[in-house]
Every structure is written in C-alpha cells, then in structure tokens.
C-alpha cells in the first residue's frame, strides 16, 4: 500500500509556502484538501484538535503549521 500524505488548507500564505515546501520532496505521495469545501473543518477539529492550517498528516505523526512542515522537510531531505 502506497503511503499518503494529506495537507489540509484554506488559502492562506502559509498554505501556499506548505504546498511548495512538500510538492518537491512528496510528488504524488501528497493529497491536498482545501478545508473550505464540504464541512471538512468541523471533521479536522474533531480527528486532529484542530482546524487551522496548514496541518499535514502522515503516516508517522500530525504537523501543525508551516515551522513545524519545515522541520519535517529538512529531515526527509537529510536522509538518503
């Protein structure tokens, strides 16, 4: 099974800079989701605690926010 990761968003600056930080280093692995279409909103405060964005899952833990989308960038980039 193919592992996803999902980018939730809204629109905002911090979303777009999530996008182009993930977009080279996950390619078809990530899946975004505007979070202003079809009450996703109310499900992300649910699953997650939280309905800002942009808060990337994946298969190994929840990211809250462009910095801590940095951090996890950097360290994939580091591994071989």
């Known amino acids: 099974m193919d592992m996803k990761y999902v980018l939730f968003v809204k ?4 979303d777009e800079e999530a996008i182009e930080l993930l ?3 996950l390619g078809d692995k990530l899946v975004v ?3 202003r279409k079809n009450g996703v909103r109310g499900w992300m ?5 939280s309905d800002e964005t942009p808060l990337l899952t994946t298969p190994t833990g929840v990211y809250y926010g462009v910095k801590a989308i940095r951090s996890l960038v950097r360290r994939m980039e580091d591994v071989p």
Request: hydrophobic content about 35%; cysteine-free; charged content about 35%.
């Open 11 to 14: 629109g905002g600056k911090e």
């Open 23 to 25: 977009r080279p280093v």
């Open 33 to 35: 989701i505007d979070v």
């Open 45 to 49: 405060l649910w699953e997650y605690g």
